[in-house]
């Protein structure tokens, strides 16, 4: 059983930066694949980025790629997204997950999810 809590949410202007942090709780945490989804209003729940569980490969969407990075501590249980060059767009609820993958299936499969934070880019 795996426990996620993320912070580091909040609001901020066009341009600005945050980092958002995911604590997880449980000893199996470097086992899995760790990713940050989002979910803007009335917008599916999307793949922003992933971190496999030895940190040596990630995955970041066209979308905030060369403006977001993923990066894991398994030392200290926590994932963390860093938000640069945030526009209006990047507003949305961000989740933190574990994933799991599935070699039948050739993909990960979340088992995990947080509670989400809220990001707002103002203009």
């Known amino acids: 059983q795996v426990q996620l809590v993320e912070s580091g949410g909040g609001l901020v202007q066009a341009g600005g930066s945050l980092r958002l942090s995911c604590a997880a709780s449980?000893?199996?945490?470097?086992?899995?694949?760790m990713g940050w989804f989002r979910q803007a209003p009335g917008k599916e729940r999307e793949l922003v980025a992933r971190i496999r569980w030895s940190g040596t490969s990630t995955f970041i969407a066209n979308s905030v790629e060369g403006r977001f990075t993923i990066s894991r501590d398994n030392a200290k249980n926590t994932v963390y997204l860093r938000m640069n060059s945030l526009k209006p767009e990047d507003t949305a609820v961000y989740y933190c997950a574990a994933a799991e993958f599935v070699p039948t299936m050739g993909s990960y499969v979340v088992r995990y999810w947080g509670q989400g934070t809220q990001v707002t880019v103002s203009s």
């Open positions: 449980g000893r199996t945490f470097s086992y899995y694949a």
